[in-house]
């Protein structure tokens, strides 16, 4: 995760389950700054799982991109986000986002349809932290399908979030709307 730690950023459903996340064979890595309650609890289980979790209190531009390059999966469970652009920046180096529904990231991250083969990530609808950890099993669950998850980090990568597919966008919106 790079990310403000914020309530807004659905911190509370990741505390909530996050032993249980680390029963799966994964590592995390949390990098960013923010409310006290979650900089203490996220280095409570670096401490607590000093193999498996990795904590880097405050923001480093070459570290985040590092850990984008580096990661598998994203995982982005805002209760709110207006946009975001952590999940553009993960698609942008093939790692798959897993989000939660709602503003942009319901715009930007397409679930993963396994009879059609189409999607670009992971989604869950509910702010519900077993909601959350169902779809981190289902995405664990297709990393471990090598041919799937090729398919699905191409997917990830094809997509075309610039600003230049965005004006064309609304350069046909307005003409339509013209005529």
């Known amino acids: 995760m790079v990310t403000r730690l914020t309530k807004q950023k659905g911190l509370d459903l990741v505390r909530t389950v996050f032993r249980e996340i680390m029963e799966e064979d994964v590592q995390c890595i949390i990098l960013g700054s923010g409310d006290s309650e979650y900089e203490q609890f996220f280095e409570w289980m670096a401490y607590e799982y000093p193999e498996k979790v990795k904590v880097y209190i405050g923001f480093n531009e070459e570290l985040a991109h590092q850990v984008y390059a580096g990661s598998d999966l994203f995982l982005m469970p805002s209760l709110f986000e207006p ?20 503003g942009g990231l319901n715009d930007t991250v397409h679930s993963y349809d396994e009879e059609t083969g189409e999607g670009n990530g992971f989604s869950f609808t509910n702010f519900n932290a077993h909601d959350m950890l169902h779809t981190i099993h289902r995405a664990i669950e297709f990393y471990h399908d090598k041919p799937v998850w090729e398919q699905l980090v191409k997917q990830a990568m094809t997509e075309d979030y610039s600003w230049e597919q965005s004006a064309l966008a609304y350069k046909e919106l307005y003409k339509s709307l013209m005529e």
């Open 83 to 102: 946009c975001g652009l952590g999940q553009l920046i993960a698609l942008a180096y093939g790692t798959i986002p897993i989000v939660r529904e709602t």
